[in-house]
Structures are given as C-alpha cells and as structure tokens.
C-alpha cells in the first residue's frame, strides 16, 4: 500500500515539478547572466551555477528517469549503454546540484565571518575556479557508476534495460562506495550547511546588535541600508539550504529504501 501511494505521488509530482521547474530555472540563467539584478559577478556566478545543477536534474533525473523512461520501457533510453549513461548522468546532477549549494554557502560564511579572507576569496576568478574544479571532481568521483550495472536482458542482439551488478555491488569496494556515496551526497554537505549557516547567522547576529546600540535612541527611526542587506542575504541563504534539505530528504530516503531492499 505505501510502495502504490509513493508511485502515485511520482505519478502527480514529477510532471508538476518538470513543468514548473525547468521554465523557471531557464529564466533564472538568463536573468542572471545578463547581470540585470545588482548581485556581485562572485554572486552570480553561484546563483547561475545553482540554477544550471537545479536544471540538470530536472532534465536528467525528473524529465528523462523518472518521466520518460518509465513510462516508455521499450524506447532508445532503454537500451543498456543508454540506460547506464543516464543513471550516471543523474548520479553527477544531483552531485552538482548539492555542492554548488555548499560552495555558495561557504562563500557567504566567508564574506560574513571572515573579513581579511573575502577580499581574496569572495571573487569574480575564485567562484569559476571553485565551479570548474568542483564539476570536473564530481564527474570523476562518479564513474564507478557506470560499471555498478548490467543488462536486464537481450533482445534481437540487443542488450535492454538496467538493474544492479550483484558482483560489484557486493564487493567490499561497492559496500564502501555506497557508504562514501551517501557520506558524499547527504551527510557531508547537510554537515557543513548547518555548520556554515549557524556560524553565519550567529555572526550577523552579534553584529546587529552592537549596531543598534551604537546609532542609539536618535536613530531608531532611521533606515539602515547595512542592516536590510543583511537580513536580504539571511533570506536567499535559507531560501536556497531549504531547497537543498529537500534534495537530502529525498536522496536519504532513497538510500535508505535500497538498504532495506537489500535486506529483504
């Protein structure tokens, strides 16, 4: 009964999400690459990468996994090469999409926390170099998934669909892989989001207050420019952790039903 309600909720959400999201991520990369919106060329470059990983795996993972290949089993993405290309393709998006989340947020912490550091590293060349650096580590790390499957079977000489290499799944270098896989994607990066953004907001914290005392009573009416900047970062910074908490829900969700597939 919940295996049939998960599968309606696919069934409902994925369409949803694919029809909301990748108009909306477009529009986003174009908005921001024409530098229309005041952000810093450092912040840019993060926002136009989140935006690029969000759209990655609307395409990758919602559109072509979980939409197309479903529901058309017989089509040119079955066939194995193709299947083994796509997982792997969706392995890297979701990588992509979680660590430019975490960059970005380390680059805050940076500019908020860290003062005499930010002139050298909150910068138009260390965001591209963090990006690039950042995707090519990502592409890499992920090519043992190209190997952990198999075909599901032959027809007209022709190997079709996916499913998992028993042989290699359950080697110790799979059982240590599917560990550092989770350790990489979920805990790791939550980690370090919670890390940065307690560290973050506690700072700007701090440094409200004293500001409030120091304009005084004769002030208080006043705007502060400072002030409103900041609460605005506060803001987009939880905006986008949100969006990366539920990309951990889902993908600690899915870990954890292959584990307990495992053991069935």
Known sequence: MGQLTILLIKEIYYPILAVVGVPANVMTI?????????????????????????LLVMIINIMMYHIFSYH?????????PVCKFILYLTAV?????????VSFTFDRFIIICCQMFKTKYCTERTAALVITMLSILII????????????????NKLFWGCRANLAVVSS?????????YSIWRVWLPFTLIVLFN???????????????????????????????????????????????????????????????????
């Open 30 to 54: 174009v908005t921001l690459t024409r530098g229309n919106c005041g952000l810093s060329k450092c912040i840019s470059i993060y926002m136009v990468a989140m935006a690029t990983g969000d």
């Open 72 to 80: 058309f089993p017989h089509s040119f993405l079955s066939h194995t």
């Open 93 to 101: 998006s979701l990588d992509l999409a979680v660590w430019f989340i």
């Open 140 to 155: 890499i790390k992920n090519i043992p998934v190209l190997f952990a499957y198999e075909p599901e079977q032959m027809i």
């Open 172 to 180: 110790p270098f799979g059982t240590v892989y599917k560990w550092f």
């Open 198 to 264: 307690s560290l973050t907001v506690g700072r700007v914290l701090v440094a409200s207050r004293a500001r409030r005392r120091l304009r005084g009573h004769s002030s208080e009416n006043q705007s502060d420019s400072e002030m409103e900047n900041r609460r605005k970062s506060i803001i987009l910074l939880f905006t986008i952790s949100g969006s990366f908490i539920l990309l951990w829900l889902t993908a600690q969700c899915e870990f954890c039903n292959d584990k307990i597939d495992e053991h069935k």
